[in-house]
């Protein structure tokens, strides 16, 4: 039974991926919300961000917040105009707010902040059944931009251990958008490694990324102390992070793609793709920006990689314009076909991101799917 305080992190969650998608992609074409409105109209999304985004949001503040989100979508679907919406949200919002919490919103961003091009300070928080170190270097200390969160379980022996690779259409995002779902997964027994990574414009074009991945997945295997067992490691990820993830499993070490750990033998035994796009064509701006520097979209699909694939687990909603639910289905029958195990599960009319009853589904479903895949010390793939 999953407890009233991770239920709501979830739900905040989805609100945060759906907006961020928004933010960074566009509208989904589904019928308008309040944060499609606020895509193709303006800062409407931006705003509900920057108030979800508040430090000090208690849960029962998060449920009121949700609320008046969802009245505002049926506001706007009745031909409320924007604008006025906007202003009942923010009337609404302040209502609920405390002194302290409405002068941070004041003055908040309406943007997520950009990544500090200092080096991250390294801090260690207990959450009860796990604990969190920040801001850990995976290739040369210092590093802003190659750092991750590990989530350890204070559990005893060797345990199974997860790299989350967020997603951002490679150009944007942070390990923090991440936080809830690496949570649940350190809360299940994982190890978890969430990183960020070099993006588009930072050096990050394809295959710098890629190479990075592969280095936080070295790292993570050859750090004894956090009890990793390196026998049974996954790659995790949504969207353009799930990309990577399949990557990462799918491809074979070596010189070309893991610089700093040419000679690691750190191989995933699974993969997880959240809403993950499998075959990169031209003519998609966010795509051709990525493969600016090499131009290698065939090297850079994973589908052009089934032969050598891991199993894998992947959740798609069934309503998603961004990346199409065909790129999963596609991928799991070119698994299939090579008797690698491809398991397809659909969320019944989510987009790009799901509501909290798919997320908790997905949920279920990939905690699952790890549990058998590391049952077997047996690896597969190149």
């Avoid at 790890?370 to 049952?375: I, K, T």
Wanted: net charge neutral.
């Amino acid at each position: 039974m999953m407890s009233t305080g991770m239920h709501n992190l979830l739900v905040l969650h989805c609100i945060i991926w759906a907006l961020f998608c928004q933010a960074a992609f566009g509208s989904d074409g589904s019928k308008e919300s309040l944060a499609q409105a606020g895509g193709t109209a303006g800062r409407n999304t931006a705003d509900y961000r920057k108030v979800i985004s508040l430090s000090t949001l208690t849960t029962a503040q998060i449920d009121h917040v949700n609320q008046f989100y969802d009245e505002g979508t049926r506001r706007l679907s009745a031909g409320t105009p924007l604008p006025e919406v906007r202003q009942e949200f923010f009337t609404r919002v302040r209502s609920i707010l405390n002194k302290t919490q409405r002068a941070e919103l004041d003055g908040a961003s309406v943007t997520n902040p950009p990544r500090s091009s200092s080096s991250p300070s390294v801090g260690e928080t207990d959450n009860g059944s796990f604990t969190v170190i920040q801001n850990v270097s995976y290739v040369t200390p210092g590093d802003s931009q190659r750092v991750g969160d590990v989530y350890l379980p204070k559990s005893e022996g060797l345990r199974p251990a997860v790299l989350y690779i967020h997603g951002g259409g490679w150009s944007g995002g942070d390990k923090r958008q991440s936080d809830p779902m690496v949570a649940a997964l350190a809360s299940h027994g994982f190890v978890v490694f969430n990183i960020n990574y070099r993006l588009v414009g930072q050096g990050g074009e394809y295959p710098a990324n890629l190479v990075d991945v592969k280095d936080a997945l070295a790292f993570l295997g050859s750090q004894s102390q956090w009890h990793v067992n390196p026998n049974k490691l996954a790659a995790m990820g949504g969207s353009a992070g799930a990309h990577l993830a399949m990557l990462l499993g799918y491809t074979a070490n070596g010189p070309v793609f893991s610089a700093c750990f040419p000679k690691s033998k750190a191989r995933v035994v699974a993969v997880v793709s959240w809403f993950g796009p499998t075959d990169l064509s031209p003519g998609h701006p966010m795509v051709d920006r990525y493969l600016s520097q090499s131009g290698s979209y065939r090297e850079a699909s994973p589908v052009d990689h089934a032969a050598t694939a891991v199993p894998t687990l992947f959740v798609h909603g069934t309503a998603d314009s961004l990346v199409p639910i065909a790129a999963s289905e596609t991928m799991a029958a070119a698994l299939q076909a090579r008797h690698i195990p491809g398991e397809l599960v659909r969320i019944e009319g989510a987009g790009h991101g799901f509501p909290p009853e798919g997320w908790s589904k997905a949920l279920d479903r990939t905690i699952k799917f790890l549990d058998s895949q590391f049952a077997t010390t047996t690896r597969q793939g190149p």
